[in-house]
């Protein structure tokens, strides 16, 4: 069993910056892809950014030089950051894994933080 722990979060002004963090914890786990998603009132979950099995990146086209995705290899952990964020940024984010045990890949998902921006 894989936990993906959420932080960071909350209410920023528009132009302002958040920086999202998810660690993913369990035992005889590797990771093939995590990143971020996130969901909007009323509308579809969105992928945001994600890391691939290759150690590529993938950007949502309305957050491309915006917001900067990064990891950490030897902790399973991952970051947004989310700059000259608009009120369109407003969200619930959650934190995504797909992840390989044994002979099966597994999808999981983070509880959820919300993002809201507004003045």
């Known amino acids: 069993q894989v936990q993906l722990v959420e932080s960071g979060g909350g209410l920023v002004q528009p132009g302002g910056s958040l920086r999202l963090s998810c660690a993913a914890s369990g035992s005889g786990f590797s990771i093939n892809y995590m990143g971020w998603y996130r969901q909007a009132p009323r509308k579809q979950r969105e992928l945001v950014a994600t890391?691939?099995?290759?150690?590529?990146?993938v950007y949502a086209d309305s957050v491309k030089g915006r917001f900067t995705i990064s990891r950490d290899n030897a902790k399973n952990t991952v970051s947004l950051q989310m700059s000259s964020l608009e009120p369109e940024d407003t969200a619930v984010y959650y934190c995504?894994?797909?992840?390989?045990?044994?002979?099966?890949?597994?999808?999981?998902w983070g509880q959820g933080t919300q993002v809201t921006v507004s003045s």
């Open positions: 890391f691939t099995s290759g150690g590529n990146t």
């Open positions: 995504h894994a797909i992840v390989h045990i044994r002979d099966y890949d597994y999808q999981y």
